[in-house]
């Protein structure tokens, strides 16, 4: 059984930075592509970013391109999302998700498995 757990959420000031973890279990993780979606209350879950099986390949949502960093280290079964200059607009509970296959998408449906999700919390 794939398992994921999300770390590192919190309450941050605007301009400030986070550091997401997601560490993945019972799989093979090197044959995931990863992703990071985010859902603020009311509204729907939205993509954030997506990186490659290998690590190589990343994709980001237009809205934090510049800001946030997407990674992977498959030695540790881990995926990464850094997050730079937070606005309160970033304020979501963000979830990691594992796709078991080698084109990463940026729709939430096509993803296999998810963690519990982290509340970002950015005050103005």
């Known amino acids: 059984q794939v398992q994921l757990v999300e770390s590192g959420g919190g309450l941050v000031q605007a301009g400030g930075s986070l550091r997401l973890s997601c560490a993945v279990s019972g799989g093979t993780f090197s044959s995931y592509t990863m992703a990071w979606f985010r859902q603020a209350p009311g509204k729907e879950r939205e993509f954030v970013a997506h990186v490659s099986r290998s690590g190589d390949l990343t994709n980001y949502a237009g809205s934090v391109k510049g800001r946030f960093t997407i990674s992977r280290d498959n030695a540790k079964n881990a995926a990464y999302l850094q997050m730079n200059n937070l606005q309160p607009e970033d304020t979501a509970v963000y979830f990691c998700?594992?796709?078991?296959?080698?084109?990463?998408?940026?729709?939430?449906?096509?993803?296999?498995?998810w963690g519990q999700g982290t509340q970002v919390t950015v005050s103005s």
């Open positions: 998700g594992a796709r078991a296959a080698m084109v990463p998408r940026s729709s939430w449906y096509t993803y296999d498995y």
